[in-house]
């Protein structure tokens, strides 16, 4: 077990300092409004840390790689991954509270775990942090195909679960010590954690405990094996790619501490779907990835276009009050993302906002009024479809076409088609156009489109009708 403290910084400043710092600082401005934060001068942030996984560097040229994703290079992550190092650095210096007090990188730095992916990492992150900023570091399986727990130890000077006290706040850190995986996985490990959640309650029952593993944790059972969609009614507590991910080993220990806050990679799902944060008793957070995403499987499109330029990680600040604040941050962008979980009282579930009780009470989607499905073309075998997206798209995952030969209105349709609302993009575009090459040729069909919520909620569809064009002979 490894323990670290310092003092938070309190020293506080008065309001009209504030204002005329903020008056300077375009970039604390757009921090504090864009995560609609208001200014509150007796809720000063006390603690700040931020947290990424799944940053994914890749072998060098010239090293065939055991593992690789396609598009991706070493050079675009470290990149990347400085670009967020010296964002999170320009942002804590800019703040009245300017300090980082930890870095979290949560599983998933490298490909495959060799030097020459493993080295140039660490390097980045210790030329690029304060030096006064602790790391929060865990390793599954990438970190283990081409190394060892000793190794990576040995590397980054910790072990591979650890046990920190950061500016008064307790941090843990937990890591199989090899690519095993499942239920189960964490079974020799159980006892230790425990202990570790016990000794942090026991210091203060009031502070959150910050938990950091690679993979989600998900619940024992399926909410309801019956239900559909599966990805609401699956395992997984965080939204993930498969409907039942991660190892239930952690789930009733958490639930009997309701102060933890996990945090949890892997899956390489987007943290700006709200179903990223997941909360019972405990709270959960997916971490997404600093390097690619992955949505979510059939019926959707798991491999989005553009899934390599979209990045995103937290930015967290813990309150006087004992208000956590999980802001979004988009890096390609540079920008804080509208939407941001907050937990108010950690540790008092009755004050959670992000139940699954939002399966029922999460806003429906809603058209703007006079919304149409455009056909601006039809080919022999589909066309082109183009709308709007709806006014509440800040609330709108997803949007199912439905192809129904004219006049059948009952019956399994000729096709149907799931396209994302593009929310993991910042700016989310204006309007969603999908291009089908999967009906018969001269054919009368009536189309829908019916819009998805984030929590499966569905609105009214809009309709068109159009016919394909016939069938023509190959053009000599
Ligand atoms: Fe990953």
Redesign the pocket.
């Known amino acids: 077990m490894q323990r670290t403290s310092h003092k938070p910084n309190r020293r506080r400043k008065g309001r009209r300092n504030f204002l005329a710092a903020a008056a300077l600082s375009p970039l604390l401005m757009l921090g504090r409004q864009a995560a609609g934060e208001t200014i509150d001068d007796d809720d000063e942030v006390v603690l700040r840390f931020s947290v990424t996984s799944?940053v994914?560097f890749p072998n060098p040229p010239g090293r065939e790689p055991i593992f690789t994703f396609p598009c991706n290079t070493q050079v675009i992550q470290k990149r990347r991954f400085r670009k967020m190092i010296d964002w999170v650095c320009r942002y804590s210096a800019s703040h009245r509270y300017p300090r980082l007090d930890a870095f979290a990188v949560n599983g998933?730095m490298t490909d495959s775990g060799a030097d020459d992916e493993r080295l140039p990492f660490r390097d980045i992150m210790d030329q690029g942090l304060p030096p006064d900023t602790k790391r929060v570091l865990t390793v599954a399986d990438?970190g283990f195909y081409l190394s060892s727990r000793e190794h990576w130890e040995e590397v980054f000077g910790t072990p591979i679960s650890a046990h920190q006290v950061i500016g008064g706040y307790h941090f843990i850190t937990l890591s199989p010590p090899d690519t095993r995986y499942g239920d189960g996985m964490f079974a020799d490990q159980i006892d230790w954690v425990h202990q570790q959640l016990k000794d942090a309650a026991a210091d203060d029952p009031e502070k959150p405990i910050f938990f950091f593993q690679h993979y989600p944790v998900s619940l024992p059972e399926p909410r309801d094996p019956n239900r559909q969609p599966q990805w609401l009614y699956g395992r997984s507590t965080v939204r993930c790619h498969k409907a039942n991910w991660g190892p239930s080993d952690l789930f009733g220990l958490f639930q009997e501490f309701p102060q933890v806050i996990d945090f949890a990679?892997?899956s390489?799902y987007p943290i700006c779907d709200p179903g990223s944060a997941w909360q019972d008793r405990f709270s959960a957070f997916g971490t997404g990835?600093l390097?690619n995403l992955k949505m979510l499987e059939e019926p959707y499109w798991k491999y989005p276009e553009g899934r390599y330029e979209y990045a995103q990680f937290y930015m967290v600040e813990v309150h006087r009050s004992g208000r956590v604040h999980l802001k979004i941050v988009n890096l390609a962008t540079e920008t804080i993302l509208p939407l941001s979980f907050v937990i108010p009282a950690p540790g008092h579930p009755d004050s959670y906002l992000y139940t699954d009780a939002r399966i029922d009470s999460y806003p429906i989607p809603v058209w703007e009024d006079g919304a149409v499905l455009k056909v601006p073309y039809t080919s022999e075998h589909g066309g082109g479809f183009r709308f709007e997206q709806t006014k509440n798209r800040e609330n709108t995952q997803s949007y199912r076409i439905t192809f129904r030969q004219k006049g059948k209105t009952d019956g399994e349709p000729a096709l149907e088609k799931y396209v994302w609302s593009e929310f993991y993009r910042y700016p989310v575009p204006d309007s969603i156009e999908h291009f089908e090459e999967g009906l018969q040729p001269q054919t009368e069909y009536d189309v829908s489109v019916t819009p998805i919520s984030f929590f499966g909620g569905e609105g009214k569809p809009i309709t068109a009708s159009f016919k394909t064009v016939e069938n023509r002979p190959p053009y000599y």
């Open positions: 799944d994914h998933d990438h990679g892997d390489h990835s390097a």
